[in-house]
């Protein structure tokens, strides 16, 4: 029996990419996980390859309304809750001065409020587990590029989110982890590519199995400790 066993994880943007490697790898240990994503065929199959009694719960982040009914068919469905994995978020690459107010909004949406609001929602069932939390961030992050100024505005808004949680919940035993990722093969980097107008190779690129690795041996270490933040980029610099 492994050391998650029986517990139950969320894990955002679990249909495909890192969300779905994180959802797997936790599954692979006991985890019970609650797959969430905007398109159910995409997330059934993820359901099944988990197995484990996963569930999938078709949502838009981008909706409020949405992210309600989330957390009251999680209050419905499940006693609690162990880990929260927000792993979901969007990219569009634009300069500064062509870059519209409603793609600003649009980035601010998702990468910033749903997980601001999901795990607002959730925060009691949470406390009452003394889970943890993982938010999968991204190095620009830390540190924005040109022709992604509303994207890494909303990764240094989702940072101080979690810093400023953890500051709050680390009394009630609720450890929070950020995740500072640069290029990993995905579909959303595919498309980052395809925008960039490169050649994608994702060989040369993080796997997602690699980020979902670090997570595990995250949220398994001892009590006595907490892992804040952790920053991981290719072996192989090709961009």
Same mark, same amino acid.
Request: charged share 20%; aromatic share 4%.
């Given at each position: 029996?492994?050391?998650?066993?029986?517990?139950?994880?969320?894990?955002?943007?679990?249909?495909?990419?890192?969300?779905?490697?994180?959802?797997?790898?936790?599954?692979?240990?006991?985890?019970?996980?609650?797959?969430?994503?905007?398109?159910?065929?995409?997330?059934?199959?993820?359901?099944?390859?988990?197995?484990?009694?996963?569930?999938?719960?078709?949502?838009?982040?981008?909706?409020?309304?949405?992210?309600?009914?989330?957390?009251?068919? =999680? +209050?419905?469905?499940?006693?609690?809750?162990?880990?929260? @994995?927000?792993?979901? #978020? &969007?990219?569009? $690459?634009?300069? *500064?001065?062509?870059?519209?107010?409603?793609?600003?909004?649009?980035?601010?949406?998702?990468?910033?409020?749903?997980?601001?609001?999901?795990?607002?929602?959730?925060?009691?069932?949470?406390?009452?587990?003394?889970?943890?939390?993982?938010?999968?961030?991204?190095?620009?992050?830390?540190?924005?590029?040109?022709?992604?100024?509303?994207?890494?505005?909303?990764?240094?808004? =989702? +940072?101080?989110?979690?810093?400023?949680?953890?500051?709050? @919940?680390?009394?009630? #035993? &609720?450890?929070? $982890?950020?995740? *500072?990722?640069?290029?990993?093969?995905?579909?959303?980097?595919?498309?980052?590519?395809?925008?960039?107008?490169?050649?994608?190779?994702?060989?040369?690129?993080?796997?997602?199995?690699?980020?979902?690795?670090?997570?595990?041996?995250?949220?398994?270490?001892?009590?006595?400790?907490?892992?804040?933040?952790?920053?991981?980029?290719?072996?192989?610099?090709?961009?």
């Amino acid at each position: 029996m492994t050391l998650l066993a029986n517990q139950v994880a969320v894990v955002t943007g679990a249909n495909s990419g890192i969300g779905k490697a994180i959802a797997l790898a936790l599954a692979a240990d006991g985890v019970k996980v609650c797959l969430v994503g905007r398109r159910m065929e995409a997330l059934q199959p993820v359901a099944k390859q988990a197995s484990n009694g996963s569930v999938c719960y078709q949502t838009d982040l981008g909706l409020d309304s949405n992210i309600s009914a989330l957390v009251a068919n =999680l +209050k419905r469905d499940v006693k609690g809750i162990d880990i929260l @994995v927000h792993s979901a #978020g &969007v990219i569009r $690459l634009c300069s *500064f001065e062509c870059a519209t107010p409603d793609l600003l909004d649009w980035h601010y949406k998702v990468n910033v409020r749903a997980p601001y609001l999901l795990t607002q929602g959730l925060l009691p069932m949470i406390k009452a587990r003394q889970g943890q939390i993982v938010f999968v961030n991204s190095t620009a992050g830390l540190r924005a590029g040109a022709n992604a100024s509303q994207y890494a505005s909303t990764k240094h808004a =989702l +940072k101080a989110v979690a810093d400023s949680l953890r500051e709050e @919940v680390n009394a009630d #035993g &609720v450890r929070v $982890l950020s995740l *500072f990722l640069g290029r990993t093969a995905s579909p959303m980097q595919a498309s980052v590519h395809e925008m960039e107008h490169r050649k994608y190779s994702p060989e040369l690129l993080m796997q997602p199995e690699d980020v979902a690795a670090v997570v595990i041996n995250a949220v398994t270490l001892s009590r006595t400790a907490e892992v804040t933040e952790v920053s991981m980029r290719p072996c192989v610099k090709s961009y």
